[in-house]
């Protein structure tokens, strides 16, 4: 019976990636859209659109 | 792309669009969590986020809008059972915390540095210099 390995599965993403993802990808877009709400209230609205 | 698909016969703004592509283009190497990603019974949850972020959001605190929006999201994430990217989210914001922490520390200890003047002592007042040839006279 071949034994199998959940970990090695190679479409997983490793937790550095979701990091690089987090700082070169999600971080970009938040600061953008604070700096286009700078000064404004911001709405539900606005979050949920993000 | 099935996600892509849904995205685009759904009415979202631009501003969802772009970070639901990125998102998608960058996790779609993980299917589970492109099958976890925007279900229906994901809304109720984020409407529930979206309310409490944008209240978060206008009161002051120590964390800058930004980093409130990486933590909320990071939150949401968990919530939708994305745990790996709500975990690097979550770091994120704790790695921004104690670099923003540190520095304080770090302004506050120079501020408080005492200057200290160094001067001639009274001893070394009293004492004459030794010079050359008058030893002993």
């Given at each position: 019976m071949p034994i199998s390995d959940?970990?090695?599965?190679?479409n997983t993403l490793t937790p550095q990636e979701m990091e690089v993802y987090v700082k070169q990808v999600l971080v970009p877009i938040i600061d953008d859209f604070t700096k286009n709400h700078k000064g404004k209230q911001f709405t539900a609205d606005d979050v949920e659109a993000l | 792309m099935i996600l892509l698909k849904i995205i685009k016969e759904s009415n979202l703004p631009q501003t969802m669009w772009k970070l639901y592509d990125k998102l998608n283009k960058t996790l779609s190497k993980d299917p589970r969590i492109v099958d976890n990603w925007?279900?229906?019974?994901?809304d109720p949850v984020r409407k529930d986020m979206a309310k409490q972020m944008a209240a978060e959001l206008n009161t002051e605190s120590k964390l800058s809008k930004s980093e409130k929006l990486i933590k909320g999201f990071g939150e949401f994430c968990k919530k939708i059972g994305l745990g790996k990217i709500g975990d690097a989210c979550l770091k994120y914001t704790q790695e921004v915390t104690l670099k923003k922490s540190a520095q304080e520390i770090a302004s506050g200890v120079a501020s408080t540095k005492m200057s200290v003047s160094v001067g001639d002592s009274e001893s070394a007042k009293i004492a004459k210099p030794i010079q050359k040839g008058v030893i002993g006279r």
């Open positions: 959940p970990k090695s599965t190679p | 925007n279900r229906l019974d994901q």
